[in-house]
């Protein structure tokens, strides 16, 4: 692997092709450094970012949530998770999510990676977190229907991955990460 | 967790809010079970889905490419990856991708999981596998610039982890499956 960073694309133009309620859609005119030029689109992110959580109930449980998915038209498992609002830091946001969606609030939050969900065509960045010495404060969340909240237990993690309704990958990366922390710890 | 799965929300109406070159996108008018009426938007997938692929070079290294990613304006490390095209089952587009970007072929692909993106707002499903036993084959792709690719010691795992550059949690998830598999195997 080269040391040094290559040299990024020049961005002649920049335009915005679509937009909607929740999406911007925007046009890039590139020029790479030998020369090639090409015309490539992204989605603009939220730029303050995302958050997801996987909280235990105990040394040995985790908390899930279930929940409909309106881009797969499907009920799928997997953490609490949001948008972090204005104002808030990572770590407020990951603890109001987890008052709207489990109702209980973390003493102790652990930060496991950033990670994006497809470089190539979008901005956004979420944080994953593990969350601690959980206790009880609900807040209310703006969710259409209550959401089924899940205990699951660590030992039958092999379980959830095979399922076919726990598929996010940034889910599956907090989960993986988290065994990775605990069997490293 | 209840065993039945829950009702999915009725679909009142459908439309077209926005579309571009790449993009398109979707709302969807919802009535979820309780009577709880709202508005979502969701972005229409690529309904054939995709791909991306851990390959080993030998069993302790794998190979890695480096890429411009319009989304983040940045050099991201990853696995190779594409869209299965028409006509193509989701192996021989693995075999295809890794001809594309890697210049090596398969003689065995090993399915990890599929998963999604978000899929809150995205429908876009992708395959994760492994690929061993390669043997070199270069096919042209359609990248602006060559793709530089890196061979990544395995027992280096967390070093790459740890990167900022390799963010993608599709390709983390892959990473960590791929982990998993070998420490079973």
Redesign the interface.
Known sequence: ??QS??T??Q?LKRSL???????K?E??Q?K???G???E????Q?YHKGAVLIVPFYDPQTLLLI???????????IGFPKGLIDSGETAEQAANRELKEEIGFGAKRLQKL???????????S??TLFMAFDLYPEKLEGDE??PL?V??WPLNKVDEL?ARDDF????G??AL??TL?ALNEA
Request: hydrophobic share 40%; glycine share 2%; proline share 6%.
């Open positions: 692997m080269s960073s290559p990024l694309p961005i092709v679509a937009s909607s309620r929740f999406f859609i046009a890039l590139l790479f450094s030998n090639q030029q090409r490539f689109e992204r989605m992110g279930r929940e409909y998915a309106a881009g797969t038209h499907s009920y799928e990676k950033t990670v994006t969900m497809a470089p190539s065509y979008f901005s960045e979420m259409p229907e089924e899940i205990k991955l598929q996010e990958a940034r599956i990366s993986l990460l990775k």
